[in-house]
């Protein structure tokens, strides 16, 4: 089942309502991803306020879904002797069929359990998830035995065609997803279909293949019988009597004349006259009279299809609704709006949004930006809301009006005052971590200009220091901290990175002054009076390297860190769960301190200690990737580009998937600003598609992921050849010359016209002064009214070039088609289906097999 938007808050009122003392706490299983943090501490913020109990259970994976719901979730059941309960699923489950893998399903190796059936269990999921596509058994379906049963999905009390209506009352149990708004503007199609595959009965070709055998043997029998019929037939009208052979004659010509027409129509030899078969030129003039009327007013009768025909059809119909399914889930992965929002959307609702809550949907918002898979389109509208709601919750202090107008241009680094907390609007340059690192530093690490300026080699590293010089930074002065620099270069900062950013090709460097209200693109800064002052990306960042690299922040803990343990599961790649108990459970060690790190209390001191794990991590990033790149370590098969990081100090870093997905992104943004200055466009041959694993030795496995081809692969930026970025400057000179040649005409005509008035107001002896100013303001507005479009022609351009849509990620399809065919040993365990395990031995073939699968839709 589905709930819309404006209803999530009816739910969570009846949760509310119904919960008392003696109720189980509320479970809330959380993937283990800033998003889902954020969220759980807006959603746990408003259990807290209303004295709900929960009880917060972070989920790495799909062993840890399925223990959950064996331990947790299925001793809630009414079938077990529980009284039912609420599980919240954060960014999880979307994906999978949650009945079956919590064991809600009723398949159940207890068959007294299964016997009594899971109808009404009383257990209700509410899944908040942004992992599309989804399992439309969750959206759609129902509890299983209903659907045994044959009873619709819309007859349930309340529920149409699995969507919730306003007279819903929750307490039987179920999955109820909740819509962000798309389920029911993209999915009627598949709606449908659903739907309609729920009321055909089973049928394939096997059935069709024997209802031929049948036809065939009784065809056979039929034919026999109709030879045999028709000469009977013939023998008795020869010796009949005149009068019964002219009654027969009528009525058989009455029942058969259709049939003859049909066969002398096809004939097409002779002209069928109707007349009787005695002759009788009376029968013939009445059949033509009478007869001809109801056979032009009436269509013949239709020959009722018959059951080997109904199958066929039923089979063909089936054929087509299941194409529309299969069409759906093979499109690929992509990603909707964050939970964050989905969870602030619902405190909105509920008239409970504040300051905290607001920032911490800000950072989940912006975790999910940072990503490479992100929908821009659908990121950019919520940025503009919380932007509104910055303002709203945030109003600028009245003496403080004047001086935030003159300084509008620079990155806020201190409160306004000791108690200050609130947020602001900042235009954040695509510098990593700027208010904690040095400039040169923050610039040296900042993905974004770090593979364009290509600082994997030497050439790039002297480009930057160019750079910083054309600026007027002094490399001395930018290895300072931020915090310590020259306070007239921090103020003039971003003017000078607009100024040379087009001829570095780093377009979209700093924010413009571009958008609806001037600030598209602008960042979120929030202060801790005088303790500090973050910005949303920096929190993002560092709480993001606490989950995917720990917290030790020791620069030798590259050799020592190790990976998140196996869950134990069924050992499908050939590794034993023995030692997994003695491993520390670094996910949850993790998690909440991550957790703390996003508190409102003391969440700025684990954030400042936990820093330099970031630092640190994106070191690794740039070393490892600009080794890939500059000794060519990235292959180019015949789908995907292909690179494996085997050795060295920083393997380590990168066997946890969060990671490696971070270096995935960093090659390849790098790849395709190289293929893009040499003039070759994005999307073609799945070239943006790249495969990246690292070796984990200790299990003796690759962790593997597949990024490319999502709506925000490579969309930070346009990147323009040589030959198009000197094209550009000429076209702009071309402009700039016209421009100077229609303003020079421009102010000779003036001068003539004034010349003219002057003599003509000297010889009448009147003061011009008056009308000279009036006519020369007129004039100068009209010409820069004239100027406006020549300034706008390029930015159409680009912004119809942004407008193309990516394919999607299929890499986890591909993953699955590889593992059926190859039957190599891989452990898929991620919510991201795109991140895979792949047994040391069996990497070649994988690959191998892989290369020949489609990864970008």
């Known amino acids: 089942m589905y709930i819309p938007r404006q209803q999530a808050s009816d739910l969570y009122t009846h949760l509310l309502r119904s919960t008392h003392p003696s109720s189980s706490p509320v479970l809330i299983l959380t993937a283990v991803e800033v998003d889902g943090l954020c969220a759980t501490h807006i959603l746990v913020s408003l259990l807290k306020r209303d004295f709900i109990p929960h009880t917060i259970i972070p989920i790495s994976g799909y062993a840890d879904l399925q223990r959950a719901g064996a331990n947790l979730i299925l001793p809630l059941t009414r079938q077990r002797g529980g009284d039912g309960g609420t599980v919240v699923c954060l960014g999880l489950g979307g994906s999978i069929a949650l009945d079956e893998i919590l064991g809600l399903d009723g398949r159940t190796q207890d068959v007294e359990l299964s016997g009594e059936g899971m109808d009404e269990h009383g257990v209700e999921v509410w899944v908040v998830d942004s992992h599309r596509p989804w399992n439309l058994d969750n959206v759609f379906g129902m509890s299983t035995l209903h659907q045994q049963e044959g009873e619709a999905a819309g007859r349930r009390p309340g529920v149409h065609e699995g969507k919730i209506l306003p007279g819903y009352k929750p307490g039987k149990g179920g999955i109820i997803v909740w819509d962000d708004g798309d389920l029911e503007a993209e999915l009627t199609a598949e709606k449908e279909a659903y739907f309609a595959l729920q009321g055909m009965p089973e049928i394939t070709e096997d059935d069709l293949a024997l209802d031929d055998g049948e036809d065939d ?15 009977s037939g013939q023998k008795r009208k020869r010796s009949a009597s005149p009068e019964d052979s002219d009654a ?15 066969r002398s129509s096809n004939s097409g030899d002779d002209i069928a006259i109707p007349s009787s078969l ?66 602030y959307g619902l405190a909105s609702e509920l008239g409970r949004d504040d300051n905290e809550l607001l920032w911490w949907a800000i950072v989940g918002v912006t975790s999910v930006t940072m990503s490479p898979a992100h929908d821009r389109s659908k990121i950019s509208p919520l940025r503009t809301l919380l932007q509104d709601d910055v303002v709203r919750h945030n109003p600028t202090p009245r003496e403080d009006l004047q001086r935030s107008q003159s300084v509008e241009g620079i990155i806020p680094t201190t409160a306004r005052g000791p ?46 220091h160019k750079l910083l010089a054309k600026m007027g930074i002094s490399l001395q002065e930018a290895a300072k901290g931020y915090l310590h620099m020259d306070s007239e270069l921090k103020r003039t900062l971003r003017k000078r990175v607009l100024k040379f950013a087009e001829q570095y090709n780093l377009d979209g460097l700093v924010p413009g002054d571009n958008g609806v209200k001037g600030k598209d693109g602008w960042g979120f800064v929030r202060s801790w009076g005088w303790e500090g002052t973050w910005s949303a990306e920096d929190v993002a960042i560092v709480v993001g390297s606490i989950l995917e690299v720990g917290t030790n922040s020791n620069p030798s803990y590259n050799t020592r860190v190790r990976n998140l343990p196996t869950p134990p599961h069924s050992s499908d790649d050939g590794m034993g769960d023995d030692n997994a108990a003695d491993l520390p459970d670094y996910v949850t060690q993790r998690f909440f301190r991550a957790y703390d790190a996003l508190g409102p209390t003391k969440g700025l001191q684990t954030l400042s200690r936990n820093l330099p794990s970031a630092q640190n991590l994106y070191k690794a990033i740039l070393r490892v990737g600009s080794a890939l790149i500059s000794k060519k370590q990235i292959r180019h098969l015949r789908a995907f580009r292909m690179g494996v990081v085997k050795e060295g100090p920083d393997v380590a870093v990168f066997t946890h998937p969060g990671a490696l997905v971070r270096l995935a992104a960093w090659v390849g943004e790098a790849i395709s600003v190289l293929e893009a200055e040499k003039g070759r466009k994005p999307g073609k041959n799945n070239d943006e598609a790249l495969v990246l694993g690292c070796l984990d030795e200790g299990r003796s496995v690759y962790v593997v992921v597949g990024l490319g081809g999502g709506n925000g692969w490579s969309a930070t930026g346009k990147v323009r050849s040589k030959a198009e970025i000197k094209e550009r400057e000429e076209r702009k000179k071309r402009k700039a010359a016209e421009k100077a040649a229609q303003k020079a005409a421009r102010a000779r005509k003036r001068e003539e016209r004034r010349q003219l008035r002057q003599e003509r107001n000297a010889a009448n002896g009147l003061d011009s002064d008056v009308e000279e100013s009036e006519s020369e303001a007129e004039t100068e507005s009209a010409s820069s009214d004239s100027d406006d479009p020549d300034n706008d022609s390029d930015c159409d351009d680009e912004t119809a070039s942004r407008k193309k849509r990516r394919g999607l990620n299929r890499f986890g399809h591909a993953f699955q088609q590889v593992v059926e065919e190859t039957g190599s040993r891989v452990r898929i365990d991620s919510f991201e289906h795109s991140v895979v395990e792949v047994q040391k031995e069996d990497l070649p073939g994988f690959l191998e097999a892989l290369s020949l699968k489609t990864v970008v839709g």
């Open 419 to 464: 108690t200050d907390k609130s947020i602001r609007l900042s235009p954040e340059p695509r510098f990593l971590l700027i208010r904690h690192w040095s400039l040169y530093e923050s610039m040296l690490h900042s993905p974004y200009l770090a593979t364009r300026l290509h600082v994997w080699s030497d050439n790039g590293r002297k480009r930057l």
């Open 278 to 343: 005695g002759g009788n030129p009376h029968s013939a003039q009445l059949d033509i009279t009478s007869t001809p009327p109801p056979l032009l007013s009436s269509p013949p009768k239709r020959k009722e299809p018959s059951a080997q025909q109904m199958r066929k059809q039923l089979l063909k119909l089936r054929r087509k609704h299941e194409a529309t399914l299969d069409k759906y889930y093979d499109l690929g992965t992509s990603g909707a709006e964050p939970v964050s929002s989905m969870i």
């Open 217 to 231: 043997t009784g065809v056979e029998a039929d034919v026999e019988d109709e030879a045999e019929g028709s000469t």
């Open 248 to 262: 027969g004659s009528d009525s058989e010509d009455e029942s058969d004349r259709p049939r003859r027409r049909r």
